[in-house]
């Protein structure tokens, strides 16, 4: 099946705040939880190593490691950052 460009596009019209609030979250989850962001990656399948949190959107995460990268999604659709960072502390610790 191919897929064009539109194909990729995660719908945000419900997550208005998230997609404000993205920038410093991901700043703040890469500083303060770098060992949380490491759990989930390895959970995922990686490699283990220090993985930076590179975007986060309503339906998941991506994290990168040197230049590989990987993408891990949500149970359930992020609205705000304060959702998302719940769900990514509690892939973590999933995972952990």
Do not use: K, M, Y
């Not at 099946?1 to 539109?6: G, I, T």
């Not at 596009?9 to 060992?35: F, I, K, M």
């Not at 040197?66 to 659709?77: C, G, H, L, N, S």
């Amino acid at each position: 099946v191919a897929l064009d460009a539109a194909d990729l596009l995660v719908p945000t019209e419900d997550a208005q705040a998230l997609l404000a609030g993205e920038v410093e979250l991901v700043s703040r989850l890469n500083a303060a939880h770098p060992e949380a962001l490491a759990a989930i990656a390895v959970g995922a399948g990686a490699r283990p190593g220090t993985w930076r949190l590179l975007a986060v959107d309503p339906e998941g995460l991506d994290l990168a490691l040197d230049d590989e990268t990987i993408r891990v999604t949500f149970a359930v659709r992020q609205h705000t950052p304060e959702q998302a960072e719940l769900a990514i502390l509690r892939l973590a610790g999933a995972h952990a």
